[in-house]
Nanobody, 111 residues
Framework: QVQLVESGGGWVQAGGSLNLSCVGS????????ERWYRQAPGKQREMVAS???????DYADSVKGRFTISRDNFENTIYLQMNDLKPEDSALYYC?????WGQGTQVTVSS
């Protein structure tokens, strides 16, 4: 059974930082592409960042230079380091691998 479990969300003031984690079980992250998505109330889900099996990363334009995705193959965990957070970054953040999704972790940024 595949399970993705996110953590690390919370409340932070604008300009602050958070580091999200997503631990996978029943799936090997290192041979797949993993992605972080987010969805704010009333908005469509958008992809924030991805990391391929080769370690190639990609980011949404809105987070380039502020967010960093990484992976720990030994821990089978992906991370999303988020710096210089803005109120518009507030959303429910999900990790995804292949066809599986986590339950999400809430990020709230106050101005």
């Amino acid at each position: 059974q595949v399970q993705l479990v996110e953590s690390g969300g919370g409340w932070v003031q604008a300009g602050g930082s958070l580091n999200l984690s997503c631990v996978g079980s029943g799936i090997t992250f290192s041979i797949n592409t993993e992605r972080w998505y987010r969805q704010a109330p009333g908005k469509q889900r958008e992809m924030v960042a991805s990391i391929s099996q080769f370690g190639i990363t990609d980011y949404a334009d809105s987070v380039k230079g502020r967010f960093t995705i990484s992976r720990d193959n030994f821990e089978n965990t992906i991370y999303l380091q988020m710096n210089d957070l803005k109120p518009e970054d507030s959303a429910l953040y999900y990790c995804s691998a292949v066809a599986w999704w986590g339950q999400g972790t809430q990020v709230t940024v106050s101005s």
